[in-house]
C-alpha cells in the first residue's frame, strides 16, 4: 500500500456564491467514503490566517518560511490504497465535490510510517 497526497490550491477552489454548503457537503461525503473504504489517513485545510514559523534544531523560532513554500495553502488529503489507479479515482471524487482539479503525489516508501 502506497500513501498518496492529493492537494489543492486554495486560489483554485472558485465557488459560486451560495453553493459553498453543497460543495462542503459533498467533500464531506467523501472523506466519509474514504473513511469507510479504509483508505482514509488524513486529510483538512491550511489555516491561512496563521503565518508559518521555522523552527530550528537548537528551537529558535523565526517567522517565514523556506521560500520555494511561501505560497502552501490549500486542501490536502492523505490516502493510502494499493495503486497510483486507485489514487487517481480517488483524486477525481475529490475534484468533484471540490470543483476543481487535485494534484497528486506518491510518498516514498517508508516501512517505519
Known amino acids: 500500500m502506497t500513501k498518496y497526497l492529493i492537494s489543492f490550491p486554495s486560489g483554485a477552489m472558485v465557488i459560486p456564491e451560495g453553493e459553498l454548503p453543497a460543495v ?6 467523501v472523506v466519509a467514503e474514504a473513511k469507510a473504504a479504509g483508505v482514509w489517513v488524513f486529510g ?6 496563521v503565518p508559518p514559523v521555522m523552527v530550528a534544531g537548537n ?4 517567522e517565514g518560511t523556506y521560500p520555494q513554500t511561501r505560497q502552501i495553502e490549500g486542501g490536502y488529503t492523505v490516502l493510502e490504497v494499493s495503486s497510483r489507479g486507485d489514487a487517481l479515482e480517488w483524486a477525481s471524487k475529490i475534484a ?3 470543483r476543481c482539479a487535485q494534484e497528486v503525489r506518491a510518498f516514498q516508501y517508508d516501512p517505519q510510517s
Request: aromatic letters at 0%; glycine letters at 16%; charged letters at 15%.
Open 24 to 29: 462542503a457537503d459533498a467533500a464531506h461525503a
Open 44 to 49: 483538512g485545510g491550511i489555516d491561512e490566517s
Open 96 to 98: 468533484a465535490a471540490c
Open 59 to 62: 528551537g529558535t523560532v523565526t
